[in-house]
């Protein structure tokens, strides 16, 4: 008896985990596949800087409608009511008036067959942040009590690649995203930081915004743009914590890492805007611009992660 209550004071004070699972689908194109794995694979290296967070990430061939539902029936399996769980979807979706679908290699996944995945998984706080293309059309299926949903898009017909995705990931590295200073970022400061940085991408580009982000956290299955006390939006997303800073990268940037900092985000605008140019260009010329570009954006890359 003292043996089994021994176990049972053990179990009741095991500390709650974080399950984070980051699935990057299909790019349609070269530099779209390489793009989603780059965003993928930034967001696996943040989330990990916590020692005790368990990551999953899915991408290229491994990103199966059959690998991602075992994945979330395997993280069904492992978590309590006390975890917390995010998945993260990077990539291209689609909605042909019904239904949202994320694509994947083989059969796509809907936004109705990743409900019901969800809703197995007994961690009560549950974040699902949709970064693909037409993401808004699954905000409805995906919202539910104590889960938080964000999507890049504002319904189905936003079709074009978001760029949200890169903001969201930028937003766990960038002090600045911490509003309230505490050493720590919430799923409501990401992404009204991506949200932030998003319309300021298509205002200084001279773009018509072709994405919309949403968020709802009280089941709403609407959402809203700006959640605030007055709607009633954001106080679950405020307490949902995605990483504590790093001692390293809570302090200030030093004027070298900042010039390095905006020129990471120069050359990311160039890519997006080489991209919109790519139909009035000879093919070649696009590959030569497009390939020098990605090259000085992984050499900046790394002069910052130094």
């Not at 106080?235 to 940037?253: C, E, H, P, V």
């Not at 070298?256 to 990311?268: A, I, N, P």
Request: a neutral charge; charged letters at 25%.
């Amino acid at each position: 008896m003292r043996a089994l209550l021994l176990f049972l004071c053990a179990s009741v004070s095991l500390p709650a985990a974080n399950y984070f699972v980051i699935v990057s689908g299909l790019g349609g194109a070269p530099e779209y596949e390489t793009q989603f794995v780059k965003w993928a694979q930034e967001l696996d290296h943040e989330l990990r800087g916590d020692p005790e967070a368990r990551v999953v990430t899915l991408s290229g061939p491994s990103a199966t409608r059959q690998q991602v539902a075992q994945t979330l029936a395997k993280v069904a399996g492992e978590t309590s009511e006390s975890d917390t769980f995010a998945l993260f979807l990077i990539g291209h979706g689609t909605f042909d008036g019904t239904d949202y679908k994320i694509n994947l290699p083989g059969p796509d996944m809907t936004g109705t067959e990743l409900a019901k995945a969800l809703n197995r998984i007994p961690a009560r706080r549950q974040l699902v942040v949709n970064m693909t293309s037409c993401s808004g059309a699954s905000l409805a299926s995906l919202a539910r009590k104590d889960r938080i949903v964000m999507t890049a898009t504002k319904s189905g017909t936003e079709k074009n690649a978001p760029v949200f995705a890169r903001y969201w990931v930028d937003a766990l590295h960038d002090p600045s995203a911490d509003t309230d200073k505490n050493g720590a970022v919430s799923a409501l400061e990401a992404f009204r930081y991506a949200d932030r940085k998003t319309a300021a991408y298509f205002e200084e580009e001279k773009l018509l915004a072709t994405e919309h982000p949403l968020m709802t956290d009280t089941a709403n299955a609407t959402g809203v743009r700006y959640p605030k006390p007055e709607n009633g939006q954001g106080l679950l997303a405020a307490s949902f914590i995605l990483i504590r800073q790093r001692s390293d990268s809570a302090k200030t940037l030093s004027p070298e890492k900042q010039r390095l900092v905006t020129k990471k985000e120069e050359l990311e605008a160039k890519i997006d805007r080489l991209k919109y140019q790519k139909a009035a260009m000879e093919e070649t010329d696009y590959k030569h611009q497009l390939t020098a570009l990605l090259l000085e954006l992984a050499r900046t890359q790394a002069e910052i992660d130094r």
